[in-house]
């Protein structure tokens, strides 16, 4: 998967809009950010709870990793690209989705 394609499929989800900070694109609903793509554009984030966090990697090791530190252990979850497909990216985009736009 290229970046250009998670940020369509980041942006697909309703009301969805791309913004930036710290010098790299996020994706918002709400003002809240659900997803990002990191500086080089070789990873994306999705903002998961851990339970979420922990099914992904556990079906998807080589996609999705946890990142280091506390922001990790709440369930910012690594998306690495060159591995993603559409189909393990979608249901991890919709679940941070749902996450931020539920509150």
Same mark, same amino acid.
């Given at each position: ?40 554009? %070789?990873? +994306?984030? $999705? ?11 556990? &079906? =998807? ?23 993603? %497909?559409? +189909?393990? $990216? ?11 736009? &539920? =509150?």
């Amino acid at each position: 998967m290229t970046a250009d394609q998670f940020r369509t499929l980041a942006l697909n989800l309703p009301e969805a809009v791309e913004g930036s900070h710290m010098g790299h694109a996020d994706f918002r609903v709400g003002g809240k950010i659900f997803a990002t793509l990191g500086p080089d554009e %070789t990873w +994306g984030m $999705v903002k998961l709870t851990p339970e979420q966090q922990a099914e992904f990697v556990r &079906a =998807k090791p080589k996609m999705f990793e946890p990142f280091n530190g506390a922001w990790g252990r709440r369930g910012a979850t690594k998306v690495i690209l060159k591995a993603a %497909t559409k +189909g393990a $990216v979608v249901p991890a985009l919709v679940a941070a989705w749902t996450n931020i736009a &539920a =509150k």
